[in-house]
């Protein structure tokens, strides 16, 4: 019996390198799973592009579909929680890392990796979001769940503002009331984040410098930060007493040099989000937080959509800091 063929970014492993390219596939090289998905937008990202590239060992096995995230619609389903029609997307389980990715027309999956698309959300907007912005949401819920709220006039710090993670922060912040600071390195951006809501701007410099000071003067009300390393450090020990930070990524590196004393003498908060093994019912409230509290249209602004044939160039592109806000990817265009 003939199989459906559906265009995919194939990754392969040729004599050691990986190659990626768009490819015609057809159902009977789809992995295992109990739910088969009619894939409309996926999205890019920084770890997109690390796997496009063969960077890393965040995939293991080739051939492989990249893609982090990805919405569509259930064209077939043997679990009792979806039926076909069902608007659903994925983020988030190592999609598009140990499994088959959203970058294809075509997907299959576990339904437990589901969600239901949230009423009010379209399935361009909930890529639009995408791990990225499901990640600054979690990271937002953190931070008031131990106790941030809007009042006082200290600001909450994004760090990597511009980024998928930093602009969906940044927006939210603003939307909740929050007085916001956005870091950045690249001065031509200061526009693009107080158009996000931003109040003040920080040279990314001023807090990427290694410190040999474990304590700062008090300035923080909370933090997002994606960058880690040096600038979680003295995010760490500028943020006030009883207040905490939310570290969401490594981009500066895993290593932390900082010493005890933001913990002891300041009580901070350092708050781990992991976005990929999150608990089904916080990523359903986090998914009806978005709905609520992200300004879609501040949303739309920084969203560029491209289409399945130009995401390895993208994805070269995001590897180089190329690339601001957030990238969807429309995967039958």
Known sequence: MAQDKFRAVLLEEVEGKVKASVQDLDDARLPAGDVTIRVAYST???????VLAGIGRLVREYPHVPGI??????????????????????????????????????????????????????????????TAG???????????????????????????????VGSVAVAVLAKLGYKVAGSTGKEAEHDYLKSLGATTIIDRKELSEPSKRPLASERWAGAVDSVGSHTLANVLAATKYGCS??????????????????????????????????????????????VTDLPMDKLDAATKVVPLAQVIEEGANILKGGVRGRIVVDVNA
Not at 44 to 50: A, E, F, P
Not at 146 to 157: C, S
């Open 245 to 290: 930070v939310a570290s969401c990524g490594l981009a500066q590196g895993n290593d932390l040099p900082t010493t005890v004393l933001p913990f002891i003498l300041r009580g901070v908060n350092l708050l781990g989000i992991d976005s990929v093994m999150c608990p089904m019912p916080l990523r359903k409230e986090i998914w009806s937080r978005l």
């Open 134 to 164: 499901f990640t600054a949401m979690q990271s937002i819920l953190a931070l008031e769940k131990h106790g941030l709220t809007p009042a006082g006039d200290a600001e909450v710090l994004v760090t990597g503002a511009t980024g998928g």
């Open 69 to 130: 995230d990805l919405a569509g619609t259930v064209e077939a389903s043997d679990s009792p929680d979806f039926k076909p029609g069902d608007e659903v997307l994925c983020t988030g389980y190592r999609l598009g890392e140990i499994h088959w990715g959203g970058y294809a027309q075509r997907a299959r999956l576990p339904g437990k990796w589901l969600v239901k698309l949230p009423q009010g959300l379209s399935a361009k907007h909930a890529m639009a979001v995408g």
């Open 44 to 50: 890019l990202n920084y770890k997109d592009g690390m």
